[in-house]
């Protein structure tokens, strides 16, 4: 067999509708709600002086910033479609079409002059799932409708969903080693920017981390860290080859998420949550009773519609 066919094999290997599914139901249910959290946010941006609107991305395509009513208007078709997403309810349309909101308001929101990272994967996750036959299972759409076995069709956005995730861990690594090199790991890199972040937050009266603040008085402690960093965000392509090598990396991801939460207080919600990596496992094992409800409560002939 080619190397060509491998990787063609390993790309579109069959995959059960209902794992699709659920990862429909997981990412858009936190996108959902982290745009019904976040909304404050996202509309204070009307208040700032046009003078600071530096464009990025599909913001570019603007002539200046949007109005107050346009901008209220995204945050709310956002959540309305967002939820037409979670329940799988005319996903031809929704699914689109709650990928393009999502990505013009998170782009929006960083056309402030302080770019976030924090949204990249949870945008690039939406945009695959709402490309997909995602709601073939767990579903408005699919009520009534006997459930796909394991297909390709269902396989291969899974696969870019890990590819996606891998990617940017990936770059983050190679990142740290193109701007500091070995430094990274000899030096007081890590320890001079946790020592930094902490004290920039403290000047500010921003939230910090006690525990960072602590460690830093322990010089040796940084080298090991830094290593373990590097070898988490280098090793990301490993998770590739899927099984528990997959899993574990993910496991080890998600734990470095949990050091910087506890080191820097600095959150990335998506993925401390675990649904950054939901694309490594068999998520349809999961109980999901409130979807199921959910699906139950928006489907024809029920007393609760979308309209």
Not at 270 to 276: E, H, P
């Amino acid at each position: 067999m080619t190397l060509a066919a491998r990787i063609d094999g390993w790309w579109r290997a069959p995959a059960p509708a209902k794992r699709l599914a659920v990862l429909r139901v997981l990412v858009g249910g936190f996108a959902v709600g982290y745009v019904v959290i976040r909304a404050p946010n996202f509309v204070s941006y009307a208040s700032f002086d046009d003078s600071q609107f530096a464009p990025v991305g599909v913001a570019t395509l603007l002539d200046g910033p949007l109005s107050g009513v346009l901008l209220r208007l995204l945050v709310a078709a956002t959540v309305v479609v967002g939820v037409a997403f979670l329940a799988g309810w005319r996903f031809r349309f929704s699914g689109p079409a709650f990928a393009v909101l999502l990505l013009a308001l998170m782009t929006y929101r960083n056309a402030w002059g302080q770019v976030f990272h924090t949204e990249n994967i949870l945008v690039l996750h939406v945009l695959v799932l709402g490309l997909s036959p995602a709601a073939d299972a767990l579903s408005v759409d699919s009520r009534g409708v006997d459930v796909p076995g394991e297909e390709a069709r269902y396989g291969w956005p899974i696969r870019l969903m890990c590819v996606i995730t891998v990617l940017t861990y990936f770059i983050a690594g190679e990142t740290k080693l193109r701007i500091a090199g070995l430094d990274w790991i000899t030096s007081d890199s890590l320890r001079n920017f946790i020592a930094y972040d902490n004290l920039r937050k403290i000047e500010l009266g921003d939230t910090h981390s006690p525990l960072g603040g602590l460690l830093v008085g322990y010089a040796w402690l940084f080298p090991p860290l830094a290593v373990a960093t590097l070898a988490v965000e280098l090793g990301a392509p490993l998770a590739l080859l899927g099984g528990r090598i997959a899993r574990t990396w993910a496991l080890l991801a998600w734990g470095f998420h949990v050091g910087v939460a506890a080191v820097m207080a600095i959150v990335f919600p998506y993925s401390l949550l675990g649904i950054a990596f939901a694309p490594f496992f068999a998520v349809e094992r999961l109980p999901l009773r409130l979807p199921v409800r959910l699906t139950r409560r928006l489907a024809p002939g029920s007393a609760t519609r979308l309209r």
